[in-house]
């Protein structure tokens, strides 16, 4: 994600089965409604056949104060767009740790792990 003017604009698609559904419209009627499964990770590191790269195809010139967030769906999907927001105007290194600390201090059930890097544009 672009943190930028205090907003969080997503670079990438996620790789869940809840959207891959949708967009194969194969949705209806599978069960699927189940938030837990719809989060299910379809590609990722570690897969032993990593079959779906994403990347921003079009070039964007980063501006001064801009931040690039690099995280985990244990970061995306355990905390909202606010929560994220609201640590982001701290310096890169104090950001990540407390991003991960919120993620942790809501003991949700089924955390495995919270990843986050914080790349910050002078």
Do not use: C, W
Request: glycine content about 8%; overall charge neutral.
């Amino acid at each position: 994600s672009l943190y930028r003017g205090r907003s969080l604009l997503q670079l990438n698609r996620e790789h869940v089965l809840g959207q891959e559904m949708d967009e194969k419209q194969a949705f209806q009627g599978t069960g699927l409604s189940d938030p837990v499964r719809r989060r299910a990770i379809t590609s990722h590191i570690g897969k032993e056949t990593f079959s779906k790269v994403d990347r921003n195809v079009n070039p964007f010139q980063l501006l001064r104060g801009d931040k690039i967030l690099l995280m985990s769906d244990g970061l995306f999907g355990a905390l909202s767009e606010d929560e994220i927001l609201r640590e982001l105007s701290l310096p890169a290194q104090q950001a990540a740790n407390r991003l991960v600390q919120a993620v942790t201090a809501k003991g949700l059930p089924g955390q495995d792990n919270a990843t986050v890097v914080i790349v910050s544009y002078p």
